[in-house]
Structures are given as structure tokens and as C-alpha cells.
Antibody, heavy 115, light 110 residues
Framework: EVQLVESGGGLIQPGGSLRLSCAAS????????MSWVRQAPGKGLEWVSV???????YYADSVKGRFTISRDNSKNTLYLQMNSLRAEDTAVYYC?????????WGQGTLVTVSS | QSVLTQPPSVSEAPRQRVTISCSGS????????VNWYQQLPGKAPKLLIY???LLPSGVSDRFSGSKSGTSASLAISGLQSEDEADYYC???????????FGTGTKVTVL
């Protein structure tokens, strides 16, 4: 069974950094493409970043240069390093895995950027 | 702002059929597969339709997807109270080099 468990969210001051983790089980992270999607309070879904099996990465313009997606194959875990955080980055962050076209989602982790 | 446009809300009586539209362009829907997601209140999104019209295992066949040109649609037949949720379309956008979500549609069962 595919499972995704995010962690690392919390309250952080503007300008600060945070690293989100997504522990995967039931499949191999490095063999599929993994994404981060966020949802600000009361708002719609916003794609953040993707890492493909070959290692290519892409980012939304809103986070380019500040966020970095990566994975640890030995831990079967996906990460999102978030730097220079802004109030508008406040959201629930979801980890997703796409396996032969089918998306699986984690339960999400809340990031609040506030002083 | 999203590049995929959906109606903000649709409503219909139980057991009826509703259709949600998703309007895009040649760089997204016109050239890439469309997915549809259901988000129940307070829950994570769930995949309903992938590759335009395929149902993942376990998803009710009351849901169906279609695509024509730069637009896509999600249909829900035999509407039930449990279908009350937000629905989003999504597709890769070749111009943005990113995945784009629709504006979202709230379905209300009257």
C-alpha cells in the first residue's frame, strides 16, 4: 500500500528556513516522480515543485530560487528545503507521488510564516 | 492566478447529474493529460480521473472525464450528499514548465 507521511511544518518567522520531509512506503521514490503542492488557508491548490525519476526538477515561479526539492533514495524520502520564507508561503504542504499516472497524496503539513 | 478556469460553484438535486468545465489553452489541456481531484472538507485531495478519462482503482464509476481541444469536463451522475466537495482540474503547462491547477469548483447537493 502506498503511504506518504509529511513532517517538518510549523511556525516560522519571515525570512526563516524550514525543511519538509515526506516519508514514503509501498513504492520506490527514485523510480517515480514526486511533487509538492500547497494550499493556503481557504484557497485553491497550487503546485510548488516536481522531481522526476531521472533527477530533473521544476519549480513554480513563486518559489523559484528559494525552495529546493530533493530526495534521499536510501531513506525513500522526499524533501522540500524552504528558504527566505514569506507570509504568502503560509499553507498546508502536500507531498504527492505519481505512479504510472496515478497520484497519491499525503495528509499534509501546515507551514505558518508569521512574526 | 490560475490558467485553468472552472465555474466557482455548481449545485443540483440528489440523483441528478452535474458537469464541471475546465477551460485552458494549447499549452496545457490542448497538449497534455488532464487530471481531476476531489477535496472533501478538511481532507487531502484525492485523484478522481487521470489521463483525461481514466478512473483509478476504487473510484466510483459515477465519475467520468472527457476532453475536447483546450477544454475538459468532469461529470458526476447519480449525485449523492457525499459528493459535496471541491473539485479541481489540473494539467502540465508546456509554456510555464509547471503543473497548473484549475480555480476549483464547489459542488453542492441540494
Amino acid at each position: 500500500e502506498v503511504q506518504l507521511v509529511e513532517s517538518g511544518g510549523g511556525l516560522i518567522q519571515p525570512g526563516g528556513s524550514l525543511r519538509l520531509s515526506c516519508a514514503a512506503s509501498g513504492f520506490t521514490v527514485s523510480s517515480n516522480y514526486m511533487s509538492w503542492v500547497r494550499q493556503a488557508p481557504g484557497k485553491g491548490l497550487e503546485w510548488v515543485s516536481v522531481i522526476y525519476s531521472g533527477g530533473s526538477t521544476y519549480y513554480a515561479d513563486s518559489v523559484k530560487g528559494r525552495f529546493t526539492i530533493s530526495r534521499d533514495n536510501s531513506k525513500n524520502t522526499l524533501y522540500l528545503q524552504m528558504n527566505s520564507l514569506r507570509a504568502e508561503d503560509t499553507a498546508v504542504y502536500y507531498c504527492t507521488a505519481t505512479i504510472t499516472g496515478v497520484d497519491y497524496w499525503g495528509q499534509g503539513t501546515l507551514v505558518t510564516v508569521s512574526s | 492566478q490560475s490558467v485553468l478556469t472552472q465555474p466557482p460553484s455548481v449545485s443540483e438535486a440528489p440523483r441528478q447529474r452535474v458537469t464541471i468545465s475546465c477551460s485552458g489553452s494549447s499549452s496545457n489541456i490542448g497538449n497534455n493529460a488532464v487530471n481531476w481531484y476531489q477535496q472533501l472538507p478538511g481532507k487531502a485531495p484525492k485523484l478522481l480521473i487521470y489521463y483525461d478519462d481514466l478512473l483509478p482503482s476504487g473510484v466510483s464509476d459515477r465519475f467520468s472525464g472527457s476532453k475536447s481541444g483546450t477544454s475538459a469536463s468532469l461529470a458526476i451522475s447519480g449525485l449523492q450528499s457525499e459528493d459535496e466537495a471541491d473539485y479541481y482540474c489540473a494539467a502540465w503547462d508546456d509554456s510555464l514548465n509547471g503543473y497548473v491547477f484549475g480555480t476549483g469548483t464547489k459542488v453542492t447537493v441540494l
